[in-house]
């Protein structure tokens, strides 16, 4: 059985080719930004964070289009791993959720000349789903930066002791599977 795709939106179909177009400009910027918290982590390297945001921004483009339905899991699942991935960084909790909102902030700015031109309707009805997703994004990641703590916590049964830290080739695993899994979807859809 083949995946059912809607058409989209075509406000939200002009947002994910603007997103296509400006992904490798956001990444770095979005990079940039979260750069000054990696030194808190260096076994997690700065180009295995960069491929997760990579990973955000191309899921984020395919939920702008027909597959918005088939990614939302994935979208989840990929927001959840970021938690994790941030709490092996060793952030608080409100740095999890500043990191992603600066994603909003970034596409605001990138996004605002195209729904600035959209109908009052159709402008309206593609800021609120963009903000939901993001908002949507930042609920999985807390919950599995809050995963991570209490496993940590109970994995030395409550005793405050350093864990050994995941490795960068652990995470880049897992952003393979996401990859394959976004492929994997992408593919079907042809």
């Known amino acids: 059985m083949g995946l059912t795709i809607r058409p989209s939106n075509p406000a939200l179909t002009a947002v994910g080719r603007i997103l296509g177009a400006n992904r490798e400009l956001l990444v770095a910027r ?3 930004w979260i750069s000054d918290r990696l030194t808190q982590a260096p076994h997690i390297k700065r180009p295995t964070v960069e491929r997760q945001l990579t990973l955000l921004i191309d899921i984020l483009i395919e939920m702008a289009g027909p597959l918005r339905r088939q990614t939302a ?4 699942d990929a927001c959840e791993f970021y938690g994790q991935v941030a709490a092996a960084r060793g952030l608080a909790a409100g740095e999890v959720v500043e990191e992603i909102q600066h994603l909003r902030e970034l596409l605001i700015r990138d996004l605002s000349e195209l729904i600035a031109a959209l109908p009052a309707r159709y402008s309206m009805a593609t800021v609120l789903r963009l903000n939901r997703q993001v908002d949507k994004g930042i609920a ?18 409550g005793t405050p002791i350093p864990d050994p830290l995941p490795a960068d080739d652990d995470i880049v695993y ?6 394959a899994e976004l492929q994997h979807l992408r593919e079907k859809s042809r």
Not at 174 to 179: H, T
């Open 30 to 32: 979005w990079a940039g």
């Open 174 to 179: 897992r952003l393979n599977q996401f990859e």
């Open 73 to 76: 899991q994935l979208w989840f």
């Open 140 to 157: 999985h990641a807390v919950v599995g930066y809050t995963d991570a703590l209490v496993q940590n916590l109970f994995a030395q049964r």
